[in-house]
Nanobody
């Protein structure tokens, strides 16, 4: 059974940093492309970043987070990370981890990030 569990969200002041983690289980983690998305109430879910499988040599970011966020993975720990720096109030959202397996997509439960003074 595929399972994704996010953690690391919280309340942070503008300009601050957070690191989100997503632990995967039930699938060969190193073979899967991993994604981070975010969603604000009333808006569509937005893809924030992705990292390729295996060594994670390919990464892609939404324009809104380029230069501030960094995605990485540790296959030994079945974990994908999202390092978020220079956070802005506009980054406030629920952040989700996603992967796909045999054409089926899987999501975690999400972790809330709130950027506010």
């Amino acid at each position: 059974q595929v399972r994704l569990v996010e953690s690391g969200g919280g309340l942070v002041e503008p300009g601050g940093s957070l690191r989100l983690s997503c632990v995967g289980s039930g699938f060969p983690f190193n073979q899967n492309v991993m994604y981070w998305y975010r969603q604000v109430p009333g808006k569509e879910r937005e893809r924030v970043a992705l990292i390729s499988n295996a060594g994670g040599g390919y990464k892609d970011y939404a324009n809104s987070v380029k230069g501030r966020f960094a995605i990485s993975r540790d296959n030994a720990k079945n974990t994908v990370y999202l390092q978020m720096n220079s956070l802005e109030p506009e980054d406030t959202a629920v952040y989700y981890c996603r992967t796909t397996r045999s054409g089926v997509e899987y999501w975690g439960q999400g972790t809330q990030v709130t950027v506010s003074s």
